[in-house]
């Protein structure tokens, strides 16, 4: 049933799409979507891994070692820097490859990107799956970055773009779902696979490989968005594509605006330096701050690090592994609420909430482990579980708030003519200060001990400030009349 559907985007102001929500263009975004579970398990994979103890023993003997002496510090035990650049050489990687990712997407498509992206993947996690020594798994993880990067840059664009204007939010929020996906069937298989010797760990590496097939055949049957088409000069193409993906021919006033905002663009010679500009700067800086401190709420320590983290509170692996099962299924629900709410209570509202939440478990968590939690002990079981429980609801509050508007307000908040090129800004500051987390935490909890929680703590006062007195609230803006509206 075709609906009339407003959009207040477009040169001539309030403006009347007509189309639906087709099975194809659900099919697309589903298809799309699986860059979001290559990312996601990915995520979920190396902290199991990690701690796994045949893994350990045959690249990381040193730690494996540590790891079983009685007598070492808790929280030292897995500081081990060739260790940390097994998890962290992937986001040095995807931060390069974005930008990279970026002029491939405006040049051949974000369809090609996504191809590629998958091939690049899949080699990786050959590579990795067959690893023998420590250059094959850095270089393997390598390629998994370059894939991660291509797929974070092409698929929520490739997301936006098919989706009917009135979708667009929770079509967004999608990817963030596969990517807490992700995340959690990465932690099931790393429990399940921790008693496989001695090659449970190649397993795990291993099935990363279908989250890739899957976007390699499926991307291959998938269309290029009509914007992507209409950008490189296919007009007939992009035309006959809009109405496929619409269910109707009555498509003119979409056609007209895509025409329209290709035009503009193409005004645009340097999106790159055009974003330098004095009236660039606030949606640029939004953009990269929302990234930063993303990854400053200390999220990735317990993404990557739940299982290596719950060992260091006393727990043996098998219930580490099932303890970052159940922040997993935490993430996946909790990002749910976020696709109901996100435009029911606003950007403001979910972040600003989240901050409080998060402060206060962060606190908690450090509290009990700078009393409980001495160099060579075991937390009691009672106390373990209630870090476990905090845990959780530090898990909770990032995944409506932070996680999926981390990606979603620096997509809303460019103009078009400089939205690919400041989302690759987005995308790389996601990449880098992923990195620096990952390569950093184990030493930084080595040296801060708990006061590794009161350092993300106090990060979070400063990104609840932020929210306060900076962040403009973009629910119900239209994303053309950004610039009008909330920026002038
Ligand atoms: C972040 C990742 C994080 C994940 C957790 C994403 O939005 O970019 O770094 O691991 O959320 O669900």
Redesign the pocket.
Known sequence: MPAMVMSNAGPGGAKKFEGRITIYVVICGIIAATGGLMFGYD?GISGGVTSMDDFLEEFFPVVYERKHKAKEDNYCKFDNQNLQLFTSSLYLAALVASFIASKICTKHGRRLTMQAASVFFLVGVILNAAAVNIAMLIIGRILLGVGVGFANQAVPLFLSEIAPVHIRGALNILF?LD??IG?FVANIVNYLVSNIHPWGWRLALGLAGVPAIMLCLGSMVIAETPTSLIEREMLMEGLAMLKKIRGTDNVDAEYEEILHACEMARQVKQPFKNLMKRSSRPQLVIAIVMQVF??FTG??AI?FYAPVLFQTIGFKNDASLLSAVITGIV?VLSTVVSVILVDKVGRRFLLLEACGQMLITQVAIGGILLVNLKATNDLGHGVAVWVVVLVCLFVSSF?WSW??L??LIPSETFPLATRTAGYAFAVSS?MLF?FVIAQAFLSMMCHLRAGIFFFFGAWIVVMGLFVIFLLPETKNVPIDEMTEKVWK
Do not use: H
Request: hydrophobic content about 40%.
């Open positions: 995520i963030q990517v807490t995340i993303q990854q999220i990735n993404m993430n995944a996680g999926p981390g990606w996601n992923t």
